[in-house]
């Protein structure tokens, strides 16, 4: 079956780019930028991959991402996480990144975004992975923080597709960047948002009403809401579910428990993504067997999943 998986056509669109970033190639920049890391050695960091909630991983995922300091260490990671999309017949991609967590620590904005865009632009050429960037804003940080973000991107508008809303969910709903993301749909962004993933469905109403989204970034809690599930259903609104992720980050206790088939069975839109592939054991093709391995998923179910996955491009 993993082969069968792994050759369907299907494209990805959850991912953050910083969560690609391979025990192997962390510690590679490391020694290249001359970082001191906390852990000895590439088989201790993987043991340290070990969460009980999302805090728990986004503390270790931020200490990661510091070892990424030029616009060649954010090209390699690109370009590692395109090798293995190309691996796995994933033929587009949407990936965010999450700028704050680069420009916070004093790597420019346009560092980051040159490096990202120039192995996306590679991977469009040599490996045939058409794309859309999508701009990820810390819900942890103000929102004035947001907005100094939304201002850094204007030059370099035409690189991004979308804006989203990611990081620490449970005390910062999406009307708090309600101004923010009102401001990016002026300037012709899409809007997607985490939402539902540790938080409530009022998140997810807030998200659809407040933030305008084309698509939710997990949503997996839409499902103790029977209206807000109806509204899901009939407005086909799009869902980027990331199995792996939700269990190990315990959102559900064992994969027996996910709700991803339940829903595409009661007609959601439903995609299968891998989020942080490098801290949750795998991706797009592991996330597909994982679902075959424990909930009985099908070669037909299978297929109407990767079908999902191309109908909800944001670029067309
Ligand atoms: N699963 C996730 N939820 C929220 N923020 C994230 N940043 C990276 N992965 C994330
Ligand atoms: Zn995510």
């Known amino acids: ?31 290249r ?11 201790s960091l993987r043991k340290a991959y070990a969460f009980n909630n999302l805090q728990e991983f986004l503390d270790l995922y931020y200490a990661g991402a510091d070892v990424l300091r030029t616009e060649q260490d954010f090209y390699d990671l690109t370009w590692a996480y395109l090798e293995k999309c190309k691996a796995q017949n994933v033929i587009h991609v949407e990936p965010f990144f999450d700028p704050q967590t680069h420009t916070d620590r004093g790597v420019p904005f346009e560092v980051v975004l040159r490096g990202i865009q120039g192995a996306l632009k590679d991977g469009e050429k040599q490996l045939g992975i058409s794309h859309g960037l999508i701009l990820s804003f810390l819900r942890h940080l103000s929102e004035e923080e947001a907005f100094k973000t939304l201002d850094q991107a204007m030059p370099f508008r035409d690189a991004f597709i979308a804006v989203g809303l990611d990081s620490s ?11 923010v993301f009102d401001r990016a749909r002026a300037e012709g962004f899409l809007t ?25 970034d997990h949503g997996v ?7 807000l599930m109806q509204r899901i259903i009939d407005e086909q609104i799009p869902l ?4 792996l992720s ?7 206790d064992h994969m027996r428990e996910h709700n991803i088939l339940d829903m595409l069975e009661r007609g959601v839109k439903v995609t299968v993504n891998s989020d942080d592939p490098a801290y949750f054991g795998g991706y797009v093709t592991e996330n597909f067997q994982a679902l075959h391995e424990h909930l009985g998923m099908t070669k037909e179910q299978a297929q109407r999943l990767a079908q999902n996955s191309l109908d909800a491009r944001l670029v067309k």
């Open 1 to 31: 079956m993993y082969d069968w998986l792994n050759a369907l056509p299907k494209a990805e669109l959850h991912l953050h780019l910083e969560g690609s970033l391979e025990p192997e190639l962390l510690f590679a920049l490391a020694e």
């Open 33 to 43: 930028n001359k970082v001191a890391l906390p852990w000895g050695d590439v088989e």
């Open 169 to 179: 969910e449970v005390g910062h709903p999406p009307s708090k960047f309600q101004r």
């Open 192 to 216: 997607v948002a985490h939402a539902g993933e540790e938080g409530p469905p009022e998140y997810i109403w807030e998200a659809l009403d407040l933030l305008k989204i084309e698509r939710i």
């Open 221 to 227: 809690r839409a499902i103790e809401d029977e209206r």
């Open 240 to 243: 980027t579910v990331c199995p």
């Open 246 to 252: 939700n269990t190990k980050l315990c959102v559900f």
